[in-house]
């Protein structure tokens, strides 16, 4: 199966380019935008809609400052080094989760500063409008045809015209679903009911860690660093692995906290 062929910029106008990874990543945010201006008007959220706004400012700076940064250290610092001035071509690609993470981290601290509220109240409150920005995100990668998988005889490979003349896992579509879909679901009902300060943020950062290091099985390593492990082991699982212990720790004591309260 040839994966589609995708133009990489959307729109042209005259010499402005618009291209579908920045439009995703902006369906991401009006998406998380409508999503938080929801749940802030369910009663006993804590929450005014009109704060929503505020923090998906900050937010969006977190993601992209700290994901393309992320990207640069953790993937390609050799060449970033030597080509300083392409850290500034987002529209390129290279942006790194865990990075975005980081910087998402750092945004909210802020704001928790300014608006005095805990910082896992804030983000418990972001944990559940994420995957709405990352699955979108994982599609632009699609459209790109950028990190896809390993080859396989599985019936639904792709073809990529960057990847080679044999059928690959389209990885993109896999993290889309299971980071995108499935762990907003996830997070979704299980927000639904109260939970203790920093239940729904460990249960983000176990699910997400737990989908993508199961899905960098069949993704095909980034080039520059290849396998760092095994044969197996990537940079993204072992940036994924810390997500699940820390997610799992935090689970056990904000219910440990709960019952002491």
Known sequence: MLAPEIDPIAIHLGPLKIHWYGLMYL?????????GVYRAKRPGSGWDPKEVSDYLFYIALGVIL???????????????????L????????GMSFHGGLIGVCVAMW?????TKR???AVTDFVAVLTPIGL??????????QELWGRVTDLPWGMV???GGPLPRHPTQLYEATLEGLVLFLILWFYSRSPRPVGAVSSLFLI????FRFLVELVREPDPQLGYLAFGWVTMGQVLSLPMILLGAWMLWWSHQRARVA
Do not use: C, E, M
């Open 27 to 35: 369906v991401g945010f009006l998406g998380g935008w409508w999503v």
């Open 66 to 84: 700290g994901g393309r940064f992320g990207y640069v250290l953790f993937y390609n610092l050799a060449h970033y080094l030597k080509h300083p």
């Open 86 to 93: 392409d850290i500034f071509a987002i529209w390129s690609g």
């Open 110 to 114: 802020l704001y928790g500063r300014k």
């Open 118 to 120: 805990p910082f896992l």
């Open 135 to 144: 699955g979108p995100g994982r599609i632009g990668n699609f459209i790109n």
């Open 160 to 162: 990529f015209r960057t």
């Open 207 to 210: 699910f997400y860690g737990l």
